[in-house]
Every structure is written in structure tokens, then in C-alpha cells.
């Protein structure tokens, strides 16, 4: 059974700074690239970044352009989401998610090509 795991979240000022961490414990697996998705009180699950095992290519939502940034350690099978300049409407749960199969680009974006998810970690940003 793989499971991610996320950490960083926490409770920051607006204009402050975050580093979330997902790694998969369990067996060993190996994943064609990984998401960050996000889930505020109400709404849908959406869309926030995405990274690329094998070459790092990224992927990012328009509304965290510029001020998050998604990265990979391969060495230690880690991604991480570094969050710049924290908005109060980034304030959700951040859940981690892995595709384990070739996924085309524009679908990277959606929930459905990820087979595995973390238990999230909240965010949450005081104006």
C-alpha cells in the first residue's frame, strides 16, 4: 500500500511564506509526476501545481503563478511546494497526489489521473 504523506502547513500572516513536503511511504513506487491540489471550505477540490518526475517540467493554476513554486528531490523522492507571498484566499487543505501512468499535459490539471493522494495539510493565511 503506498500512501503520501504531506507536511509544512500551518498558520501564516499574509505576505508570509510556507514549504509543504509530500513524500510516499509504503512500498516502493514509482510515478510518472505529481500534484498539489487544494480544497477550501465549500468548494471543490482544485488544481495547483504540478511537476514531472522525469524531466521537471511544471504546471501551475493562474491564480499561484509567480508566487509558488513547485520542485522534486529525486534522490529522495520528495516534492515540495514552496508558497511565496501567502494571499487569506490560499487558506485550504493541500493534498499531495501521485499519477502513476503517462498523463497528457491538459490533464494534469484535473483529480481523476491521480491514484494516489495524501491526507492534506491545512493552510491557512490571517489577513
Known amino acids: 500500500q503506498v500512501q503520501l504523506v504531506e507536511s509544512g502547513g500551518g498558520l501564516v500572516q499574509a505576505g508570509g511564506s510556507l514549504r509543504l513536503s509530500c513524500a510516499p511511504s509504503?512500498?516502493?513506487?514509482?510515478?510518472?509526476?505529481m500534484g498539489w491540489f487544494r480544497q477550501a471550505p465549500g468548494k471543490e477540490r482544485e488544481f495547483v501545481a504540478a511537476i514531472k518526475w522525469s524531466d521537471g517540467e511544471t504546471y501551475y493554476a493562474d491564480s499561484v503563478k509567480g508566487r509558488f513554486t513547485i520542485s522534486r528531490d529525486n534522490a529522495k523522492n520528495t516534492v515540495y511546494l514552496q508558497m511565496n507571498s501567502l494571499k487569506p484566499e490560499d487558506t485550504a487543505v493541500y493534498y499531495c497526489a501521485a499519477s502513476s501512468r503517462w498523463t497528457p499535459k491538459s490533464f494534469l490539471l484535473r483529480t481523476s489521473p491521480y491514484d494516489y493522494w495524501g491526507q492534506g495539510t491545512q493552510v491557512t493565511v490571517s489577513s
Open positions: 509504503g512500498r516502493p513506487f514509482s510515478s510518472y509526476a
